[in-house]
């Protein structure tokens, strides 16, 4: 995939990753700290198929497919599609689609466009996010992927995964509905919230701010430290019907409590099934750092005082192989 360098500079495109939720901040390099290889690639996980969508009104979307072996009458294979966080990209969260996948399920990650590691311009215009995220299940669902694949994919059991403002993507792809005018009072009053720091560096475009984008073939939903979790109305949640796992990190100082998890845990009114993560902080849902990423980003890499992320991790990807398990198999 050919260097793309940031529309940001690398300090502007360091704030912002430092800010909120970044899903995989990636090794330095001299002449561009963003430009190198993120951690999957070196640690074994990295996907079995790499594609780019090309089209839409964002632009091309970079992917990365996680196969599992075949099944062996040839039947197809459910879809969990993922989501990363703010300035991220599709190898962010490789640990959990590798568990998923040698669980029998296809997992594709896209790179959101405008907000990945290479291109921040648009990393406040959530909104955005979810129809990405539909575009991705549009291709994996397509004949065409079949060509590449030697899996094919039931488009009847489909999942999604979202961590942090991919959770907040993934609540608008099963029915969240998002108000603007709740994250300007939020934001009002909390002005050193990280997200709030963010939206005041980067203001929301109210033109483009499009709060509805439910995909209905998704079945079953896996959040993690989602983002704007108080922006999303009351009616919105109260109606998703769809199972949802949702997990809570207790130490989560870049979306705290009570204003992102909480709202969301307690409106859900379908079923779900909440995990609050002791001692944990928000960078604990991504996977444990290698060495040199540890060096080139330690604020999201640094060990969290009194918590295992490896052993964590382990928990955590069985926890959401079985809950996509019962609701997708």
């Keep these: 995939m050919p260097l793309v360098l940031p529309r940001f500079s690398p300090l502007h495109a360091a704030f912002l990753a430092a800010l909120i939720g970044m899903a995989v901040p990636v090794e330095t390099q001299a002449q561009n700290p963003l430009s190198a290889p993120p951690q999957s690639q070196a640690s074994g996980l ?23 072996a075949p099944s062996p009458d040839g039947s197809p294979a459910p879809l969990v599609v993922f989501s990363h966080g703010n300035g991220g990209e599709y190898r962010g969260h490789a640990d959990t689609p590798r568990a998923l996948a040698e669980a029998g399920f296809v997992v ?22 979810a129809p990405q995220l539909s575009r991705l299940i549009d291709y994996m669902t397509l004949a065409r992927f079949r060509q590449v694949s030697p ?45 709030c720091r963010l939206l005041a560096f980067q203001p929301i475009d109210p033109e483009i701010w499009r709060p ?15 983002a704007l979790g108080y922006s999303f109305t009351d009616e919105s949640v109260a ?46 849902f991504l996977p444990p750092c290698s060495p040199s990423l ?11 005082p009194g918590f295992d992320r490896g052993a964590f991790h382990e928990a955590f990807n069985h926890d959401v192989v079985r809950f996509l398990q019962a609701h997708l198999r």
């Design 46 to 68: 990295a996907p079995d198929l790499t594609f780019t969508i090309e089209g839409g009104e964002d632009g091309p979307i970079d992917a990365g497919v996680w196969l599992p």
């Design 212 to 226: 509805s984008a439910s995909d209905p073939r998704i079945r079953a939903a896996v959040i993690a430290a989602p």
């Design 294 to 304: 540890a060096t080139a980003a330690p604020s999201i890499c640094a060990p969290t």
């Design 151 to 195: 899996i094919a994919v039931d488009a009847s059991r489909i999942g999604a995964f979202g961590f942090s403002a991919g959770g907040f993507t993934v609540m608008t792809a099963i029915g969240g509905v998002s108000d603007l005018a709740a994250i300007r009072s939020h934001c009002a009053s909390h002005t050193g919230d990280f997200a």
């Design 239 to 284: 109606a998703i019907r769809i199972p949802v796992q949702l997990w809570q990190a207790q130490g989560d100082q870049i979306l705290p409590s009570p204003y992102n998890v909480e709202p969301l845990r307690d409106r859900l009114s379908g079923p779900f099934d909440y995990r609050l993560v002791e001692r944990a902080g928000h960078y604990d």
């Design 108 to 129: 594709a990650a896209l790179s959101h466009p405008g907000d990945n590691y290479r291109d921040m311009s648009r990393s406040t215009q959530l909104t955005g996010r």
